[in-house]
């Protein structure tokens, strides 16, 4: 057993990580630098694949052991393919859910914790999509990350198109100052079945709307036309209503540094289509199994 490393609760202090005195492992500076800079886009991920930051950093937390582990006894450096494929493991590792454990472990609150984390992960075609059409791996490399073979991933990845096609309807709101883009994205939604429940430019109409047009989803830009953020709009809609949201933006990793409560859906601008599909598929899956 290597030397235990510690887990710092603030994201910026993880970085710290990466020096490596308490470990004697051997990296390079290089190295070092690759992980850290794939550090917010595995946070992205992880929320992603769970529906909640707190679960989805806590992954994250994991897998940097084992990253750091791989990444000393390793004479190649690590690719982002490594890297994810570590999150994934740590994933794997964690107990089956509920409803296949025996009874005697429903006394122990730890073991019902992580239980509830497991349960909450999404199918392996979900966990495919978002490797390919969120963090564009190519196919060869997510099934790297996944463990499978690339035939297999296909498969997976036509299942969940088609479970995807499936959904039952959502009413969205959109919160874009852009009209051009705004117009994408409410193509994109109808395309998929949902209903457009709105679309505002400015934080105080996008607050009128959530009350008005009872959406199940917001689509909010992070910069809106009055000055205000999409952030700010969104807070306050949340303190009325409980919704899934997908926040749009070019420097999604400016929004995962840890300093404050981060978005647990980001889309990068610019995004293809199935991109924006692919997170909104996901937000509105991970709201429904919370609530079931």
């Given at each position: 057993m290597g030397?235990?490393?510690p887990?710092y609760?603030?994201?910026?202090?993880?970085?710290?990580?990466?020096c490596?005195?308490?470990?004697?492992?051997?990296?390079?500076?290089?190295?070092?630098?690759?992980?850290?800079a794939?550090?917010?886009?595995?946070?992205r991920?992880?929320?992603a694949?769970?529906?909640?930051q707190?679960?989805?950093?806590?992954?994250?937390?994991?897998?940097?052991?084992?990253i750091?582990?791989?990444a000393g006894?390793?004479p190649?450096p690590?690719t982002?393919?490594d890297l994810?494929?570590?999150?994934?493991n740590v994933s794997?590792l964690?107990?089956?859910?509920?409803?296949?454990v025996?009874?005697?472990?429903?006394g122990?609150?730890?073991?019902?914790?992580?239980?509830?984390?497991?349960?909450?992960?999404?199918?392996l075609?979900r966990?495919?999509?978002?490797l390919?059409?969120?963090?564009?791996?190519?196919?060869?490399?997510a099934?790297?990350v996944?463990?499978?073979?690339?035939d297999?991933?296909?498969?997976?990845?036509?299942?969940?198109?088609?479970?995807?096609?499936?959904e039952e309807?959502?009413?969205?709101?959109?919160?874009?100052?852009e009209?051009?883009?705004?117009l994408?994205?409410a193509?994109?939604?109808?395309e998929?079945?949902?209903?457009?429940?709105g679309?505002?430019?400015?934080?105080?109409e996008a607050?009128?709307?959530?009350?008005?047009g009872n959406?199940?989803?917001i689509?909010?830009?992070?910069?809106?036309?009055?000055?205000n953020?999409?952030?700010?709009a969104?807070?306050?809609?949340?303190?009325?209503?409980r919704?899934?949201?997908?926040?749009?933006t070019?420097?999604?990793e400016?929004?995962?540094t840890?300093d404050r409560v981060?978005?647990?859906f980001i889309?990068?601008?610019?995004?293809?289509?199935?991109v924006?599909?692919?997170?909104?598929?996901?937000?509105l899956f991970?709201a429904?199994?919370?609530?079931g």
């Open positions: 030397t235990a490393i887990i609760r603030s994201w910026p202090k993880l970085r710290y990580l990466l490596l005195e308490r470990t004697g492992s051997v990296m390079d500076e290089t190295q070092k630098g690759r992980i850290a794939q550090l917010p886009f595995l946070r991920h992880a929320r694949l769970t529906g909640s707190e679960i989805g950093d806590d992954f994250v937390k994991r897998a940097l052991q084992e750091i582990v791989q006894a390793s190649e690590l982002r393919a994810f494929r570590c999150l994934h794997d964690l107990p089956v859910p509920r409803s296949t025996a009874h005697g472990s429903e122990d609150p730890v073991q019902q914790a992580l239980e509830e984390r497991v349960s909450r992960l999404p199918p075609g966990a495919a999509l978002l390919v059409h969120n963090e564009g791996f190519p196919r060869s490399e099934a790297h996944l463990g499978i073979s690339p297999a991933l296909g498969r997976l990845l036509d299942e969940a198109w088609t479970a995807l096609k499936k309807p959502a009413r969205v709101l959109i919160i874009e100052d009209a051009v883009i705004a994408d994205i193509g994109i939604v109808t998929m079945g949902h209903h457009v429940a679309v505002a430019a400015r934080s105080d607050i009128r709307l959530a009350r008005t959406p199940s989803l689509l909010a830009d992070i910069q809106l036309e009055d000055g953020t999409g952030i700010a969104v807070a306050a809609i949340l303190e009325h209503a919704l899934p949201v997908v926040f749009v070019a420097f999604p400016r929004l995962l840890g981060e978005p647990t889309v990068s601008k610019p995004f293809e289509p199935d924006l599909q692919v997170a909104v598929s996901q937000a991970c429904s199994a919370s609530a």
